[in-house]
């Protein structure tokens, strides 16, 4: 446990090298003004905690492009958030090990039987961060799919009125900040990406690519079929708009037709042992009593 608390506190606190530390300075040509940025931000801390991991175990450019998919997913769009996360998880698969190593030192157990439980907190900091990302990543699908039919009803509405599309999206981020913040973030970074000047298609493109909800992307093809043919837009997501919410009125009545089924093991497992017992318990008491009596006479 020493060596891995002395291995920790190398790779957060180590001294930046003279090399590194003149490449930053003279980095996009700030000199003395990228010298008033603190080195040991949580981006550059990131990356070092990372680099072990990445020497241990390389990840190739499609992991490192599917990572950062994943994340963008769950609402993470720092280019460092991949450093994060695995620096994250190179944290946890060393201190797992090392509490199960303390607490077998200080209860005085023999270590030899230490190998499984280590074997399970190295596992368990490896797999834990992926399987909370997959959670946040599920959730936040889930909240924009809700959020998706209200957001188009806005929409209709203020295509009709006159407005267009993007700033009809504008109203929509407006107007349902509070209600649906995730999928209001996804229509003001889209359209902060047209206003830069990237093509619509392209910035609708990756608005699917970032929350990665079908019935969105459903959209964004619509969408782009009908700016690129010059059909009416807003008729066009009116009928999206109608068709979408006959869907989350069907996924209700879904949801609605599972509780029933999912109600089963409960009632099983809880309710009828109790209702066996209240109702066949005095006739079980009965017929002993008058075995037991047959048995004496």
Known sequence: PIFIVMAIYWLLFRPVSATAQRLYDLDDGRGAAAQSIEPNTMESLAARMAEPINRLV?????DVKKLQKKLMQAGFR????????????????????????????????????????????FATGFLKPRFILNRLVAKRKLRITWGLADALDLMVITMEAGLGLNAAMLKVCDELKTVHPDICKEFEIANLEIRVGRERSEALRNLADRSGVEDLNSLVGMLIQADKFGTSIARAVR????????KRRQRAEQAAQKAAFKLLLPLGALLFPTMFIIILGPALLNISDMLGGGLTF
């Open 58 to 62: 390389p990840p190739s450019a499609k």
């Open 78 to 121: 720092s280019p460092s958030a991949p450093a994060v996360f695995r620096a994250t998880q190179f944290t946890l698969m060393l201190v797992l090990p090392a509490i199960v190593l303390v607490g077998y030192s200080l209860s005085a157990q023999p270590m030899s039987e230490a190998l499984l439980p280590l074997i399970g907190a």
């Open 239 to 246: 009928v999206y708009s109608d068709s979408l919410r006959t």
